[in-house]
Structure formats: structure tokens, C-alpha cells
């Protein structure tokens, strides 16, 4: 028997519709999912947190709340970015301590913990705080292609996390690259090496392979694949539950899923998507197989292509694309997710545009420091030397970044009280993560994009004008009422 984790609330909507569902758009068929029997329901974590701050007016810990209440059944999950929390820099223990207690509190049941540079370093404290307060942890590697990201490499660092308490794992392959033979080959020898807890598949169909590594996965062991029910499914997205429920049936593979109850929800679905086609976009709905190519995930193409047009360098493009591998391989081979992606693919244009490497980003130079972790393979003197100078050595980071910072968690808190602002403890970690947007929610003056009533909107040349970024790359559009 496989089982499903089900990314409808999460990952599907933040792949496909620049994470804009509103809560009160999910309300309506929880019951239904609730009776599915899934593994887990991602529904918090990634982009949900920042975008309901800072676009939907809502209050990200009322909607985990809400859907909890909703769905007591099913395992809630979110996607956890080990000491960046759901946000882009490295906090302090304190604040990674207190989201970790207040998340569960609030109705999250597993921690999918990942870290960028897969630096178990910094999945430590969130790993060991999750498992403290009596959450499921699941630990997740970043997929990628490089010379030092081998089947052993997978394995013996699933096995490391294994023994730090997991009590499951992930292969996490963001930009929908992992090959049916590569599937295979990780999850069979993780089961061959003595590896006990549960293994989950989670892919993107960019690729147009990945039902297939799913396959194979299954014949090598896997116990849970990650799939989207499917009207938010495919291209920059995942692949379809029922279709997966359907292929697995009369094998030994079977989930054992009511079809009947997906269908009902796959309806339900079909009137959101149709809600809100303002933010459809069909290079995320296309499948895209250069990406076996160049290995570079969707979003990081659309933040090269938007840098290479400020600078009126489009014809510059396939060199760009080369110099991403090549900068990749300088950095210690990064797992191209983000912050990385976005670090190696803005130094890859920089240095087309301006040779190599003599403008540098102080994103790049933070990363060599070691200040978002340690690179998974080495770096050279050369480029040690070529970013930071000949006394290179002086600015190496050998710890863990985050045992630099200083406690947050009080100055957050006196800060918010100091404001008015302060309601509930959970604020705080809001405020500590994203400050403007949280007093901007807190004071009452965040106003949404749009509210459900408002929907089905279309994009036109008047109207209400607002900024929407899917996969990376930043829209400006206007909007109407769509006539019915």
C-alpha cells in the first residue's frame, strides 16, 4: 500500500496560482477531504505564510487554525525551511523554537523540515523542538543533478536524519527532475541500506517524467507519494491525485482511496480554478522538459529571463543558462531552490553580462562567508580568493550561522506591546518574520488583492492594478469583474 500526501492547500495553489487561494475558498470541501484518508494535507508553510500577510489581508495561524478545526481527521503538514522558518534568512533558536511550539499548538501535525544546502546543521534545532513538543517530523533532502549528489549521498545523509529522530523522510525534488531509473535507485537503496521510517516522493511535473519516476518509486518501496487533486495539477505543479489513486488500483500499490469522494472534490476544484483564471499563466501549466537540460527550475528561468530584459540582454540568454552550471559548480554545487536559485542564477548574469565574477553580489559573497550554511561540496581557493579577496580566510563562517544571532523572541515582543499591536503570542514570530507586513495586518490597515466574492477577475488594460509573483517572476496587472 502507498499512501498520499495531498498538496491542494499549499504547493499546488503556490505553483499554480501564485499561492492566492483564500481560505474561505478551501472552507467548503474540507469535509469531503477530510474523509479521504490521506497520509497528510499540506496546507501551511512555503509562500502561504508571507502571501496572506502581505496580499490576502488574512491571518496566517487563524487559517491553520480554521482548517484544523475543519479537517480533525487528517494529518495537517507544512513545509518547514529549517532556521529560515517560512522566510529568507537565517532566525535565531529562540524565534525557530517558539513557530515550531505555536505551529503545532495551532494544528500542525508533521513538519516536512528541509534546508537548502541540505546543512543538517541547521535542520538540528528545528528537528529536535518539533519532536519535543510531540509532532511528526519529516525530513526532507533538496533534489538536485551534480557530481556529489549520488544515491550514497541520499542515502547516508537519509540515514543521518534518520537517526536525528525523523520519523519519516523526503526526497524533495522541486524542479520536477528526478528520472524514473534515479527514483528507483535512492528509495531501493535506502530500503537496502536498513532505512525503517516511511519514504515520500514529492515532485513537480515540470519535467513531463515524473508519473513515471512515481512508478518506479513504487516498485523500489516508496510508502508516500506527494500528488495535487487535479484541477490544480500539472506543469509547474504535480501530479494529479486521482490519476495516481486510479493507476495504483488492483496493485500492490493500492491507497485505497474512494475515487468517488476524489471526483467530488476534483468538481469542487474545477469551479476554483475557474474562480481564479485572473492568475493563470500558461508557462506554468506547460510541461517543460529542457529543464533535464539545464536543471534549472521555473522560477529561477523566469527570474534569469527578467534580469537579462532590465538589462536589454536577452540575446545573452544561452549564456546565461551555461554560466548557471558553471557558478553552480564554483559555489560547492548548491541545490538550485530558494535563496540559492536566486543567488546563483543573479551572479550567472552578472558575470555574462560584466565578466566573470567582477561584479559580485553580497548574496554571493555571504554565501561563500558560509553564512547560509555549508556548500555540499568544496570550494576552491581560487574562487574563495576571486569573491573575497586575498585575506578570503578571515571571513569564513565555520559554525552554524544561526549560533551568530542573538535571541529575537523578548525585542519582538516589547516592540509589538510598545505598538498596540500585540494580540496573540503567535504575532510575535509574525513580526520577528516579516515586521512591516505583520503591523500593517495588525493596525488594520492590510487590505486584499481581492476578496472571494469578487472572483472570477480578468486582466485589462483599467481597472484595480495589483503585483502578482508566480514561480519567481513579478506580474503587474489589472483587473475587472468578469461578466457571468
Not at 519516476?213 to 501530479?239: F, N, Q, R, T
Not at 499591536?421 to 500593517?440: G, H, N, R
Not at 495589483?466 to 517572476?473: H, I, Q, R, T, Y
Request: charged fraction near 25%; glycine fraction near 6%; charge should be negative.
Amino acid at each position: 500500500m502507498v499512501q498520499i500526501t495531498d498538496l491542494i492547500f499549499r504547493d499546488a495553489h503556490q505553483s499554480l496560482l501564485a499561492t492566492r487561494m483564500r481560505t474561505e475558498d478551501m472552507l467548503p470541501i474540507t469535509e469531503t477531504i477530510d474523509k479521504v484518508g490521506f497520509f497528510a494535507l499540506e496546507v501551511w508553510g512555503g509562500a502561504t505564510f508571507d502571501v496572506c500577510l502581505r496580499y490576502l489581508a488574512e491571518d496566517p495561524w487563524e487559517r491553520l487554525k480554521t482548517l484544523k478545526a475543519h479537517m480533525p481527521n487528517t494529518p495537517m503538514q507544512m513545509l518547514e525551511r529549517a532556521m529560515n522558518i517560512v522566510a529568507y534568512r537565517n532566525f535565531p533558536d529562540d524565534i525557530v523554537q517558539k513557530f515550531i511550539e505555536y505551529a503545532h499548538r495551532d494544528g500542525v501535525d508533521y513538519f516536512r523540515i528541509f534546508d537548502a544546502l541540505n546543512d543538517l546543521r541547521n535542520m538540528k534545532v528545528p528537528i529536535e523542538t518539533a519532536k519535543n513538543v510531540g509532532a511528526h517530523v519529516q525530513g526532507s533532502l533538496c533534489y538536485t543533478i551534480s557530481p556529489v549528489h549520488t544515491v550514497e549521498y541520499y542515502v547516508e545523509t537519509f540515514k543521518k536524519l534518520e537517526a536525528m529522530g525523523c520519523d519519516s523522510l523526503c526526497i524533495k525534488d522541486m524542479a520536477g527532475m528526478i528520472s524514473p531509473s534515479k527514483a528507483y535507485q535512492i528509495i531501493h537503496a535506502c530500503k537496502e541500506e536498513g532505512i525503517k521510517v516511511p519514504i515520500c516522493l514529492h515532485s513537480h511535473t515540470t519535467s513531463g517524467m515524473t508519473m513515471l519516476s512515481y512508478m518506479k518509486a513504487c516498485e523500489a518501496g516508496v510508502d508516500i507519494l506527494d500528488s495535487a487533486i487535479s484541477p490544480i495539477s500539472g506543469g509547474a505543479g504535480h501530479p494529479p491525485t486521482e490519476s495516481i489513486v486510479a493507476a495504483l488500483r488492483d496493485t500492490p500499490y493500492d491507497t485505497g482511496y474512494d475515487l468517488n469522494l476524489l471526483m467530488e472534490c476534483r468538481r469542487y476544484f474545477l469551479k476554483v480554478w475557474e474562480k481564479y483564471r485572473h492568475l493563470h499563466r500558461e508557462h506554468a501549466m506547460k510541461v517543460d522538459p529542457s529543464v533535464i537540460v539545464h536543471q534549472i527550475p521555473g522560477g529561477m528561468l523566469s527570474n534569469l529571463i527578467i534580469q537579462l530584459e532590465k538589462f536589454g540582454a536577452m540575446d545573452k540568454y544561452y549564456q546565461v543558462l551555461e554560466e548557471t552550471h558553471h557558478v553552480q559548480k564554483d559555489l560547492g554545487w548548491p541545490p538550485l531552490v530558494t535563496p540559492t536559485s536566486q543567488i546563483v542564477g543573479v551572479q550567472a548574469v552578472m558575470n555574462v553580462l560584466f565578466g566573470r565574477y567582477k561584479r559580485v553580489l553580497e548574496e554571493t559573497k555571504n554565501y561563500v562567508r558560509g553564512m547560509y550554511g555549508k556548500p555540499p561540496a568544496e570550494i576552491s581557493e581560487e574562487i574563495y580568493k576571486t569573491i573575497l579577496g586575498s585575506n578570503w580566510r578571515d571571513e569564513i563562517v565555520d559554525c552554524r550561522p544561526a549560533d551568530l544571532l542573538k535571541p529575537m523572541y523578548k525585542k519582538c515582543r516589547d516592540e509589538l506591546e510598545d505598538l498596540g499591536l500585540l494580540t496573540k503570542e503567535e504575532d510575535v514570530i509574525s513580526y520577528a518574520m516579516f515586521p512591516e507586513e505583520t503591523k500593517k495586518f495588525l493596525s488594520g490597515q492590510a487590505k486584499p488583492e481581492f476578496t472571494s466574492d469578487e472572483l472570477p477577475l480578468e486582466a485589462e488594460m483599467s481597472g484595480r492594478r495589483f503585483k502578482v509573483s508566480l514561480n519567481g517572476e513579478e506580474y503587474e496587472v489589472t483587473m475587472r469583474k468578469a461578466k457571468k
